[in-house]
């Protein structure tokens, strides 16, 4: 529970030690007893560590074990020991290298692209860590945006019960079971609250930072060595790089506020590595591969992961892996094999898995996914270029230079990197589809855009990972062309390479002013605005003393008052502003005042179990004709003889149930 006022950035770092050893140490220990390279190993972990964290938790509340550290080191040392015996099992497959992709020679040590690979992610973390430290001022702030409530609720409910079961994640909400929805996230944020003894709030804002500072960026670093080659510059350049839009990590961050989907898509770089790792059956990739029979089966084990974090990133993870195996698929076809059969098989093979696939998209292509979101084009033509060109989704301001270096990075790739060029018709289709769904999004549009709930935000994060790629592209190939021309060799290359992304990041400051200018309004609103100010927080949190630990309070969610369960730990009758959908919650909403002249009124409030309610607030942004149309019964209890005021705390009065009309 939250204590307003309470946690500052300093006594949140047990979270962030608990985030990272939660994402990272089940899952690469896991990767590396399969014996995968330590780099795939280590980017990969976090997806696997969701899997194992999600099913053991499942698990213990099957079986009613509290979740809890022992039962977490319990769940991680088994997972070890099923990765000794699946190893043991493919012992001869791990001896037996004569299919895997030889080393290339003169890559020399490993540590040089070690470094450089650590100091890429350190720059991004310094980048990231920057822009979120400057938008909320505490780890208690969080988005002032709709979703916020659901997800710090569940979280909350999960570290309060001892329950982070898949499973049991809808509870707070009222649902029985959970079957679909992707709570992988709150499992997770969950964890590390129940270890620290940190409030929910503050586990899951550092929960997000740890994701979008070190995950993502270091998923990326290892994505593009694997592209790109193992040079000492590449890690670096592509780990800075994906931190340079604001598209993704900041704007999925607080609009929304969709943080399963910023989950999903840090996991999504290192699972692409190993798609790409593996391709090399096809054609060569230019970076030294993980013996390919345990780099399949860690993919294997890492799509639980991702699955739970967001389905979103899974349909993204076969598009761009579909994208990218069948241009390896290509290469072949047009290479040197003399064998016709083996040059195209693959080629064909691919492309009908393709067109299988799309087909089976547009046939299965679930109908309220396709129907999410207002119809109709959200902006005019011109703007939606300007978006495009300029990285720069719905309000946020255009980085013409990011979309300068793409056009650059996609010839450099063409030329220079072509195991790579698969990021050039990813990043296009993914600009494509922007553009269709903020320009046009017409039924046939809506068929190809479903998979990202039609969404203009949830598409241009999901382009992020090939342009930032090609932004390093277009660092990378000019700093290995001058390092060879001068035969100087890997220390003239990291020389260039870091002069070239100073002289883009430098002058824009990385654009974290940008991203600072987008991010903090949604943590620091207007009161008109403001979903809890941090005074209405503390309100809630001394209303909340006077409702007995048993309580069910009514509050019109649109204006905040949903927030006591955080701050307060009382259960409220409407969790979240969209728990208004039965025939029973909405004619409370609508006549709870009424509760001590109409009998019904008074059995349905009985039943509910409802025995407080609270008055006052002001209206979100968009909830001022929700608030007065479904439920005006609450902000009426404050002149119903039926209820007895108990305190005020502005801008909220608490009243008790005092009589009710019964039959």
């Known amino acids: 529970m939250l204590t307003p006022g309470t946690t500052t950035w300093a006594e949140a770092l047990p979270a962030v030690t608990v985030s990272l050893l939660l994402l990272f140490v089940p899952g690469t220990a896991a990767a590396l007893i399969l014996c995968v390279r330590p780099g795939l190993a280590l980017s990969i972990g976090p997806a696997i560590s969701t899997g194992v964290v999600v099913v053991g938790a499942s698990a213990s509340a099957a079986i009613g074990v509290a979740w809890g550290l022992w039962p977490l080191a319990a769940t991680v040392l088994a997972s070890w020991a099923g990765a000794l015996l699946v190893r043991f099992g493919l012992r001869h497959a791990v001896r037996n290298r004569a299919t895997d992709p030889p080393t290339r020679a003169g890559e020399g040590s490993a540590w040089a692209p070690a470094l450089g690979i650590a100091a890429g992610v350190a720059v991004a973390a310094l980048v990231v860590g920057w822009v ?133 898509q840090a996991l999504l770089p290192a699972v692409l590595a190993a798609v790409v790792t593996l391709t090399h059956v096809i054609a060569p990739v230019p970076s030294p591969a993980s013996p390919t029979a345990p780099t399949a089966l860690v993919l294997l084990l890492a799509l639980p992961g991702l699955t739970v974090a967001h389905p979103n990133a899974l349909i993204t993870a076969m598009l761009l892996a579909a994208i990218a195996t069948w241009v390896a698929a290509l290469r072949r076809a047009l290479g040197p094999e003399p064998s016709r059969r083996r040059r195209w098989g693959p080629l064909v093979v691919t492309t009908t898995a393709i067109l299988l696939g799309a087909a089976g998209s547009v046939i299965v ?121 001068a035969h100087r060799g890997r220390a003239l290359e990291s020389l260039v390479a870091a002069i070239l992304l100073a002289l883009v990041i430098g002058p824009n400051q990385a654009f974290a002013d940008r991203d600072v200018r987008w991010l903090r309004p949604y943590f620091h609103p207007g009161i008109a605005r403001s979903w809890a100010s941090p005074q209405e927080l503390e309100s809630l949190h001394e209303l909340a003393l006077l409702v007995p630990p048993g309580g069910v309070v009514a509050a019109d969610p649109w204006k905040g008052g949903t927030y006591m369960y955080v701050v307060g730990d009382r259960r409220m009758y409407y969790p979240t502003e969209k728990s208004n959908t039965t025939p029973a919650s909405r004619l409370i909403g609508l006549r709870l005042d009424k509760v001590g002249t109409d009998p019904e009124m008074c059995r349905l409030v009985t039943d509910a179990g409802i025995t407080h309610a609270v008055t006052g607030g002001v209206p979100f942004l968009w909830g001022g004709s929700r608030s007065r149309t479904q439920y005006v019964g609450i902000e009426g209890v404050s002149t119903s003889p039926a209820w007895r005021k108990v305190a005020t705390r502005d801008p909220y009065s608490m009243y008790e149930l005092a009589a009710c009309a019964r039959h």
């Open 132 to 264: 979120v430290l400057r938008s909320a001022d505490s780890p208690e702030e969080f988005p002032q945006h709709p979703d916020t409530i659901f997800h710090i609720g569940v979280t909350q409910w999960m570290a309060g019960h001892l329950d982070v079961s898949f499973q049991h994640a809808l509870e707070f909400t009222g649902h029985a079971v959970n079957t679909g929805y992707p709570s992988g996230l709150h499992s997770m944020a969950a964890t590390v609250a129940i270890t620290t003894g940190l409030p929910a709030v503050v586990s899951l804002e550092v929960f997000v930072l740890v994701l979008s500072a070190v995950v993502w960026p270091l998923g990326m670093a290892i994505l593009g060595r694997t592209l790109f080659g193992s040079h000492p510059a590449t890690g670096a350049v592509s780990a800075v790089s994906s931190v340079l839009f604001v598209a993704y990590p900041f704007m999925l961050m607080a609009f929304g506020t969709v943080l399963p989907n910023l989950f999903g």
């Open 365 to 485: 292509r679930p109908a309220s996914m396709v129907g999410t979101g207002t119809a109709g084009p959200e902006m005019t033509v011109r703007r939606a270029v300007v978006d495009v060109v300029g990285f720069a989704p719905r309000v946020a301001v255009p980085a013409y230079v990011l979309g300068l270096l793409v056009i650059a990075g996609s010839a450099v790739v063409l030329w220079r990197f072509r195991s790579a060029a698969w990021l050039v018709p990813a990043a296009t289709l993914l600009a494509l589809l922007y553009f269709v769904n903020t320009a046009v999004d017409s039924p046939l549009a809506r068929v190809l855009t479903w998979p990202w709930y039609n969404n203009a935000i949830r598409i241009a994060a999901v382009g992020v990972l090939p342009a930032a790629l090609l932004v390093s592209a277009a660092i990378l190939g000019p700093s290995l062309w001058i390092a060879r021309r």
